[in-house]
């Protein structure tokens, strides 16, 4: 166990089942060996078979029981199905993570339709459908949703108007969600990282400014790590946040004060 994690109880999420959008890779993945290390059970989706099983070796060598399924999260009926093989493997979900993504960089007259949708589909329709068909469960469980969100949801970044859109709808989603499933029991908040090394979103969106640069505009002087990000979302599973819904919590060493919007 890292010197972050001993920080915290080894049991804290036992007998916590996670499903985990995009768990396959970077910030999502990083979030899953947090909850793997700290007793939780986890289901990974994605749309890249052989990435997810790399991932869910990973996984189980920490100790989690694990099921994997392919899914795309624009797909709703795919997302329910894995969601109900996941309620049968390991039990009822009681944490959501919507954190499946994707981007590119492009200045907006050069961002087709089909573009945009693509983007807006995967990271705000895909945030919708997991939530929802999630639902049932997360309302059994009295469980709670943790959306990933971005600082380009409320700092205008250029070359981002697609995610922007995208992540400020998530932002409205999921304080909606809050209001309205708080009364049965679910708790919504979004994690807005900042850089965090090692990540596509770093490496893609660092690229015409420089990493140099950008660590330098971060108040704390470095670039986050994924375990990092999967620590608050541990305790916002957790009933260390049973009170806490309905927030955007950044976790991001103040790079959102710099204004640069990631
Ligand atoms: C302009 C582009 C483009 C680019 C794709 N498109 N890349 N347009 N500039 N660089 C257009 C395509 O031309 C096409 O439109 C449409 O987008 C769909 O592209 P596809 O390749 O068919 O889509 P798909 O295979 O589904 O890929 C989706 C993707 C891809 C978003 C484009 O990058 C992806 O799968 N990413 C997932 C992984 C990822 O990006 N993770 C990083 C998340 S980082 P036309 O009109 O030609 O049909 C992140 C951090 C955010 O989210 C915050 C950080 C600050």
């Known amino acids: 166990m890292s010197d972050l994690l001993s920080n915290l109880s080894p049991t804290l999420l036992d007998g916590t089942t996670a499903f985990i959008t995009g768990g396959g890779s970077g910030i999502n993945l990083g979030i899953g060996k947090v909850f793997a290390a700290l007793g939780a059970n986890l289901s990974i989706c994605g749309r890249d078979g052989a ?9 189980e060598e920490l100790g989690a029981r694990v099921v994997h399924c392919v899914a795309d999260v624009r797909d709703h009926d795919a997302l329910a199905a894995a969601m109900e093989r996941t309620a049968d493997a390991v039990g009822p ?72 859109a995208a992540k400020a709808g998530i932002e409205n989603l999921m304080q909606n969600l809050a209001l309205e499933w708080g009364p049965r029991g679910v708790r919504a908040n979004t994690i807005v990282p900042g850089p ?29 790590t994924t375990e990092e990000v999967g620590v608050m979302a541990a305790v916002l599973a957790s009933p260390l946040a049973a009170y806490v819904s309905g927030c955007r919590i950044q976790v991001d060493g103040g790079f959102g004060l710099a204004g640069f919007g990631m």
């Open 196 to 224: 965090i090394a090692g990540t596509l979103g770093v490496e893609r969106l660092s690229a015409e400014v420089g990493a140099a640069e950008w660590r330098r505009a971060v108040p704390l002087g470095r670039f986050g």
């Open 51 to 59: 990435k997810l099983q790399r991932a869910a070796t990973e996984l």
């Open 93 to 164: 979900i009681n944490t959501l993570i919507a954190g499946a993504a994707g981007n590119f960089n492009a200045p907006a007259e050069k961002i087709s339709a089909n573009g945009f949708a693509t983007v807006v589909g995967i990271d705000l329709l895909g945030a919708f459908n997991a939530a929802h068909a999630a639902f049932e469960q997360l309302a059994e469980t009295s469980g709670s949703i943790t959306f990933i969100s971005a600082g380009q949801a409320y700092a205008p970044t250029s070359n981002q108007v697609h995610a922007g």
